[in-house]
């Protein structure tokens, strides 16, 4: 045995001073006991950790800390990029958040018909809202769009073909790719044309027998520019009709209103992709919907009815948390402007630059009465996961010195703030930041670095 080992206390010593019994008012004697041999451990391996003779309840009681927290917790996203897939997608609106807490506090009507006392169907919740807002007949909700995308291809096109543009093969982020993600289905992938262009004649001279479908997926995450043509989703569908073939249109972010006046046009609108006759449309829920995880499939009664009735789609459904809010946020979108408003991705979507550079404005004089070198800058932000990958969104930042440890400091906080490096500073821009969290930031700026 080593002298360090010797010098270190016992556990039960230690269970045995006052600061230590302290702790057990609020820890259970298990817990507190796991905490001492974490910091006992870390003693031995750390020279300039807390020796006999010191108080060692600091260190037990952090070790009690972090083991309290849990592992999934709330960060701030002051990144300046709002749908971030890492940072948790789409913050829910409050009409989402008090939708949960009514519906899954307690039992609900998730599989019962309440009308005629028997058994309903999970299925029948968010149907005639998101017919509604996007003139489908019919629509299922799954776990997520790549789900959508698998549950599609393998109900229509398994062992058979699917038709794709290399256009259109795409890596979805988290290394997940298209090709994959469609192979997965069962369904066999036929790439047509080349990267920069696809004609209407790649299509059609690729068709065989066996050919199932024609798959359409968005470039949600990267333009192409330059030599470049495509097919429109109108000219597959008449393709299509031709062969008896079903065309899916994975559509990927979900956009449910038009942005055109925010600076934002070029992306889809839901019901303009319903419109344009693909059978089926695939979305994300928490993309730029602004709701739940989940895939939404939209499309006529009988092809959502064999989706329905595939194993695949018991597979992938979805919980009643995640109905809740979807219902919840899609009623929202019944009345337009309080969608935008109430619906977080919306709102920091179209909010000015001013009025970021007025939050912004705000920070950076309370920071600056602390001490802290902070000033506001101009800044560029942007929409972020599946969706107008070439918008540059106006906006402002509380940009603070000394970059790397001030970073790592508002990471490591009680709150994690997660900014972004640039040059020498870190900037904290506000467009990513619902407006509701306003406070809550400025205090853990403030704990953080004073
Ligand atoms: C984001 C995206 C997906 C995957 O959606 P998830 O809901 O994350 O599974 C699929 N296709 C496209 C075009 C996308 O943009």
Known sequence: MSDRRRELPSVSSLLDTTGVRSLLDQHSRESVVDAIRVTLAAARVDERSTRPGDDWTDDIASVLRTAAM????????ATGVIIHTNLGRAPLADAALAAIHDVCGG???????IDTGKRGSRYSHCVS??????????????????AALVLALNALARRKEVLVSRGELVEIGGSFRIPDIMGSSGAKLVEVGTTNRTHDDDYRRAITPKTAAIVKVHRSNFTISGFTSDVSVESLVFIAREHGLAVVHDLGSGLMLDLGEYGLGGEPTARAAVAAGASLVLMSGDKLLGGPQCGIILGDKSVIGKLRTNPFARAMRVDKLTLAALEATLRLYTEPARARQE??????????????????????????????DAEVADTIASVGGGAFPAAMLESSAVSIGAATKTEERLRLG??????????????LDLRSVPERDDAELARAVMESLT
């Open 70 to 77: 849990p592992s999934l917790r709330k960060v701030l996203n």
């Open 129 to 146: 809202l998101l017919a509604r807002l996007t003139g489908a007949e019919d629509a299922l909700v799954v776990n997520n769009c790549a």
């Open 414 to 427: 009680n709150t994690a703030v997660i900014g972004r490096i640039a040059g020498d500073r870190v900037l």
């Open 343 to 372: 619906i977080p991705v919306l709102a920091m979507l179209t909010t000015t630059r001013e009025r970021v550079r007025e939050r912004t404005g705000r920070l950076a004089a309370d920071l600056r009465a602390r001490g802290l």
């Open 107 to 113: 039992f609900s009507n998730l599989e019962y018909d």
